[in-house]
T-cell receptor
Framework: AQKITQTQPGMFVQEKEAVTLDCTYD???????LFWYKQPSSGEMIFLIY??????QNATEGRYSLNFQKARKSANLVISASQLGDSAMYFC????????????FGPGTRLSVLP | SAVISQKPSRDICQRGTSLTIQCQVD?????MFWYRQQPGQSLTLIAT?????????ESGFVIDKFPISRPNLTFSTLTVSNMSPEDSSIYLC????????????FGPGTRLTVL
């Protein structure tokens, strides 16, 4: 079974608008971390934001915030005030602290910011 | 964070040949990881390389096809052997610095095209 699901293969957003990228996950490990990475066309992977399974508050990093709904096993990324440079692939990933500690990546969402 | 470099950044190779990809980190790290990203796909872990021990391969990847060396705490190589067009991918190395979020830091990737 897929451990990380990203149901939006592609998304469009108008510049300066906010956008939400969906991520749902599946694990039985009570201790895990959720990560979002950005991959521009250059291919590098850029770490954006982290949410731990025991964190009480939603993570925020500048224009990025994570809408963490533990009971629903979702960790959606919210990008506020989109910029043209936000156009990229976005990957949700999970690390299970007790099950090997390897990263598992979702299929990704391609975000296009329109001027 | 860490500065991670990969060589070559890209290459075009003939079927049946082999290519060795180098990954250099500017600090000592215990664990290094090698990922494959096929065109339009997500990242798939090939193997985990610890210094002083044999690499641990994920299901579907074998040492004869993807031999890995880890001679010291700052360097690793991945060889793609007896290449076929199906090996055309981006190959990324990453490191686990056990930082604040236990995120993985990625190198810039090697874009491999096999003709």
């Amino acid at each position: 079974a897929q451990k990380i699901t990203q149901t939006q293969p592609g998304m469009f957003v108008q510049e300066k608008e906010a956008v939400t990228l969906d991520c749902t996950y599946d694990t039985s490990d009570p201790s895990y971390g959720l990560f979002w990475y950005k991959q521009p066309s250059s291919g590098e992977m850029i770490f954006l934001i982290y949410q731990g399974s025991y964190d009480q508050q939603n993570a925020t990093e500048g224009r990025y915030s994570l809408n963490f709904q533990k009971a629903r096993k979702s960790a959606n990324l919210v990008i506020s005030a989109s910029q043209l440079g936000d156009s990229a692939m976005y990957f949700c990933a999970m690390r299970e602290d007790n099950y090997g500690q390897n990263f598992v990546f979702g299929p990704g969402t391609r975000l296009s910011v329109l001027p | 964070s860490a500065v991670i470099s990969q060589k070559p950044s890209r290459d075009i190779c003939q079927r049946g040949t082999s290519l060795t990809i180098q990954c250099q980190v500017d600090s000592q790290v215990t664990m290094m990881f090698w990922y494959r990203q096929q065109p339009g796909q997500s990242l798939t872990l090939i193997a985990t390389a610890n210094q002083g021990s044999e690499a641990t391969y994920e299901s579907g990847f074998v040492i004869d096809k993807f031999p890995i060396s880890r001679p010291n705490l700052t360097f690793s190589t991945l060889t793609v052997s007896n290449m076929s067009p199906e090996d055309s991918s981006i190959y990324l190395c990453s490191v686990d610095l056990s930082g604040v979020y236990n995120e993985q830091f990625f190198g810039p990737g090697t874009r491999l095209t096999v003709l």
